[in-house]
């Protein structure tokens, strides 16, 4: 089990925030390469992005590069620096069918194969971000066992549903979330809920985290570093939560001893779904 409940957007372009970015702990970084960077900037960032993989700064906190589409013409090339750097993950933008995500796959295949790294090792993440994206979010997210998570993108999916993001319930991203995060579970992936753009908007980040995590999320897109530490505290488990959680693990543990198939605790049945609930509430904790 890993966790994953913050992943932090950086522009492929800034030297900056690239050289630095540990310093925040997120579970995972996202080096961008898509819509953060200009056409200008393309070739400068997957340099600075190549660098920083080689350079190791990231240890412990999970890499994704989120390339171009594979409707332009810089995503060869950026799938290859990413593979050749390193990366642990790629997050494949405006992701529509399992046509786009084979078309990667294939092309990551070869460049493992070509620069010696075993087979497989290069995941992938699937963006969604548009109405055709949602309807084919199950075949997308059960296409590979390559493919990790997938995450919706609300700033493009609204515009392709021609609408724009309300506050309070959000009933625009309603089916979408829905969607997409059935469609995690059901392939026995991650789910990553929207970024927030407002960076200054605590109360309403916190909202929207409420509504991620209570639906059943890992976690979120991030943009900003002030996220990261508010998202975390959402996240963690209450004491009582983890007492209970620790009891479960120690019951679970004494019927195993005791060869014992099911066990109570407090006159509630222990069985599997408990005891991974369980583990989930531990790992979670631990990492508060
Ligand atoms: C928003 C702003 C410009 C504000 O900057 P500001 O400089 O005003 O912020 P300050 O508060 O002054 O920063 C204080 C200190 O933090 C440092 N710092 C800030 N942000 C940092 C960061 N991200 N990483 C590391 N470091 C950071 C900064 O360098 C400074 O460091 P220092 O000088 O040392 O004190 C900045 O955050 C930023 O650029 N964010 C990322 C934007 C981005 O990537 N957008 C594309 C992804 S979304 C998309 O594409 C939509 C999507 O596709 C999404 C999907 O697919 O899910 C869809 O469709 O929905
Ligand atoms: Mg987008």
């Known amino acids: 089990m890993r966790l994953r409940r913050s992943m932090m957007f950086i522009p492929g372009d800034s030297a900056g925030m690239l050289s630095n970015s540990y310093i925040y702990r997120p579970d995972s970084v996202m080096f961008d390469l898509e819509d953060a960077v200009s056409l200008a900037e393309k070739d400068t960032a997957r340099l600075l992005v190549f660098n920083t ?5 990231y240890g412990g906190i999970e890499t994704v590069v989120r390339i171009n589409g594979v409707e332009t013409p810089f995503w060869e090339d950026d799938l290859d620096m990413a593979v050749r750097g390193g990366v642990e993950v790629i997050r ?24 010696g790294r075993p087979i497989g090792d290069t995941k992938i993440m ?18 590979t066992p390559r493919m990790i998570a997938i995450a919706l993108a609300g700033f493009d999916y609204l515009v392709d549903m021609q609408t724009s993001r309300s506050s309070g319930s959000e009933p625009e991203l309603f089916y979408a979330r829905a969607a997409v995060l059935h469609a995690a579970r059901a392939a ?57 959680a620790r009891k479960v693990i120690q019951a679970a543990k004494d019927a195993e001893e005791k060869n014992l198939g099911v066990v109570s605790l407090d006159g509630k049945m222990i069985d599997p779904p408990v005891i991974h609930e369980a583990q989930r509430v531990i790992l979670l904790s631990d990492h508060s």
């Open 53 to 57: 993989l080689k350079a190791n700064l």
């Open 188 to 244: 026995k992936i991650d789910a990553f809920d929207v970024a927030y753009g407002n960076v200054n908007d605590e109360e309403g980040f916190l909202r929207e985290v409420a509504i991620a995590k209570n639906l059943g999320f890992n976690g979120k897109s991030l943009i900003h570093p002030r996220q990261i530490e508010l998202l975390h505290k959402a996240y963690a488990p209450t004491t009582g939560e983890v007492d209970h």
């Open 126 to 143: 699937a963006a969604i971000e548009s109405a055709c994206g949602v309807v084919n979010a199950v075949s997308i997210a059960s296409c």
């Open 92 to 115: 494949l933008p405006k992701t529509e069918s399992v046509a786009d995500v084979k078309e990667i796959e294939n092309r990551i295949e070869n460049i493992e194969k070509s620069c």
